[in-house]
């Protein structure tokens, strides 16, 4: 459910229906067939991580 683009510096993760993810480090978690940034970086989709939920 995302698209993935590599220039060779950084890579853009399109997620269908939601945000552009744009990372240098790769730091991204995959779940449900889309793409977070791992913001804590404990490799587990913690909630304020989750964009599908809302900002409250």
Same mark, same amino acid.
């Given at each position: 459910?995302?698209?993935?683009?590599?220039?060779?510096?950084?890579?853009?993760?399109?997620?269908?229906?939601?945000?552009?993810? @744009?990372? /240098?480090?790769? =730091?991204?978690?995959?779940? *449900? @067939?889309? /793409?977070?940034? =791992?913001?804590?970086?404990? *490799?587990?989709?913690?909630?304020?991580?989750?964009?599908?939920?809302?900002?409250?």
């Amino acid at each position: 459910m995302y698209t993935k683009k590599e220039n060779g510096y950084y890579t853009v993760y399109q997620n269908a229906g939601g945000p552009e993810i @744009g990372t /240098a480090d790769d =730091n991204i978690i995959f779940q *449900d @067939g889309y /793409a977070f940034r =791992n913001l804590a970086k404990t *490799d587990r989709l913690l909630p304020y991580e989750d964009w599908r939920f809302p900002a409250e």
